[in-house]
């Protein structure tokens, strides 16, 4: 069974770092995709960022140039690198994995809590 294990979230001042690491487990394939997404308290999910094998990372407006999205395929694990955070960043992240065989799976992980103090 698929697992996904987000950490590294916490509590930061505006204008910090903080790198967030997902480890895929119990798949011996490669995902087709990987990515991170967040949630605000009364808003909707959104996509953040996602790697896609072959294509260019795509990022969401709000976070272009501040965030680096990288993943080793050797360790099916994604990691999200955020700088210059700001206080509207705050939200829980999720990780995101989308494996295709036979027809397209996707998977979730629990969710890590990022907080922007200003």
């Known amino acids: 069974q698929v697992q996904l294990v987000e950490s590294g979230g916490g509590l930061v001042q505006a204008g910090g770092s903080l790198r967030l690491s997902c480890a895929a487990s119990?798949?011996?394939?490669?995902?087709?995709?990987m990515g991170w997404y967040r949630q605000a308290p009364g808003k909707e999910r959104e996509l953040v960022a996602s790697?896609?094998?072959?294509?260019?990372?795509n990022y969401a407006d709000s976070v272009k140039g501040r965030f680096t999205i990288s993943r080793d395929n050797a360790k099916n694990t994604v990691y999200l690198q955020m700088d210059r955070l700001k206080p509207e960043d705050t939200a829980v992240y999720y990780c995101?994995?989308?494996?295709?065989?036979?027809?397209?799976?996707?998977?979730w992980g629990q969710g890590t809590q990022v907080t922007v103090s200003s």
């Open positions: 995101h994995a989308i494996l295709i065989l036979s027809r397209a799976n996707d998977y």
């Open positions: 119990g798949s011996r394939f490669r995902f087709n995709a």
């Open positions: 790697s896609t094998s072959g294509t260019s990372p």
